[in-house]
């Protein structure tokens, strides 16, 4: 069963004393909803207890609950608009995520990047065929597949103005899927979204890198996104630190990089270094559309680029990609996986371990990833090299 954001309630605890007089009352218990009392049983007096001004009661309080593992499966960049809407109109609304839909549904969290608004309204302020939208009943292919949160911290979200943006916002709260990087404000857009799993808190932030266009960025008055400039982000590194104290695992998810490229910059290295210095433990970066080392850093885990997984693609190798899960404990990182993935007609298409585009994705994992102190196993096991 996934678990939910749990809210919390402290109940007091009331502590009666009662003093026995030399005629001793029948002894009357309450009992909570659904408990019998056996008829046989015989009341047992109570003892007689002396109330000082120095007595002192001693409550026994309950010891903190084990902090488990969670388990957070997670893949990249994702839409529903135009040929994509259409592909499932003729069928259903399970149908892209059909095949991945038991992963994301066996995860206590389930993640990916939404690079599209969703909204009925508004004008593509985007060159023709290059502003993404998607109709707002197409949410239900993310809920059928079980997706918790997505990340709004891309340069496409805001395809269609204003209106669309904030119609996004709306539309995922109106569905249940939680919504990180993005607001209709800097403090929703920055925000920190966390869920309690097995005695564990995660926490989920994100930020833009891409298009760095000020008429994006959220402010206190205006609805945008967290956009970060790498040259001046000791305040939103200093956020990160105060995130970290908050939650047990903190995943932060960042869109950056090269399109269409399996090496990473310089800059995408030394931020995400920066992040886990500052409390990241999981980063999860997205907008290559291509697949990107893995790296184990410290006691920090970094997925560059987590590539396509149902996105527009420019040729066949920007359609090999991969759902990834993990396992996470107080810790940080403890297991992870990559079970890899086609996309075609419009489906994230999950591989048989003997399709020949199945080793191809894993070799171009394992071999982008190694340099990086991460061994990728023949059957999709992510392992730190130690």
Not at 136 to 148: C, F, H, K, N, S
Not at 267 to 286: K, S, T, W
């Amino acid at each position: 069963m996934k678990k939910r954001k749990i809210q919390y309630l402290l109940l007091s605890a009331a502590v009666l004393l009662c003093g026995c007089s030399q005629q001793q009352e029948e002894s009357r218990g309450t009992f909570p909803e659904g408990v019998e009392m056996s008829t046989e049983a015989t009341a047992k007096p109570a003892e007689s207890i002396e109330i000082t001004a120095t007595t002192t009661l001693a409550l026994t309080t309950p010891p903190e609950t084990e902090k488990g593992s969670a388990v957070i499966a997670f893949a990249g960049d994702t839409t529903q608009s135009d040929v994509f809407a259409e592909a499932t109109s003729w069928r259903s609304m399970a149908y892209p995520f059909e095949d991945v839909a038991d992963i994301f549904k066996g995860a206590d969290i389930s993640f990916v990047n939404l690079e599209t608004c969703v909204s009925d309204r508004g004008e593509s302020e985007k060159k023709e065929g290059l502003g993404f939208r998607t109709e707002p009943e197409y949410l239900q292919v993310y809920t059928e597949a079980g997706i918790d949160i997505v990340s709004c911290a891309n340069n496409h979200v805001r395809d269609f103005g204003m209106e669309a943006l904030g119609d996004t916002f709306m539309n995922l709260t109106d569905y249940g899927i939680d919504y990180i990087g993005a607001g209709n404000n800097i403090t929703e857009a920055e925000k920190l979204v966390t869920y309690e799993v097995n005695g564990l808190t995660l926490g989920f932030t994100a930020c833009n890198m891409i298009n760095m266009n000020p008429t994006w960025y959220a402010n206190d008055e205006r609805a945008g996104l967290n956009c970060v400039d790498f040259a001046a982000s000791e305040e939103y590194l200093s956020l990160i630190s105060e995130y970290d104290r908050k939650c047990d695992v903190l995943f932060v998810s960042v869109h950056w990089g090269v399109e269409y490229s399996n090496a990473i910059t310089e800059e995408q290295e030394q931020f995400a270094h920066l992040l886990c210095d500052n409390g990241a433990d999981i980063i999860l970066g997205h907008h290559p559309h291509v697949l990107q080392p893995i790296e184990s850093y410290n006691d920090s885990m970094i997925f560059y680029s987590l590539g396509n997984f149902l996105f527009y693609k420019m040729d066949d190798y920007a359609g090999m990609t991969a759902i990834f899960e993990i396992e996470a404990d107080k810790n940080g990182f403890v297991s992870g996986r990559l079970s890899p993935v086609f996309i075609s007609n419009c489906k994230s298409n999950l591989l048989d371990t003997d399709d020949e585009m199945y080793g191809e994705i894993i070799e171009l994992c394992r071999s982008i990833s190694e340099p990086y102190g991460v061994n990728i196993t023949p059957d999709g096991g992510i392992e730190p090299i130690r």
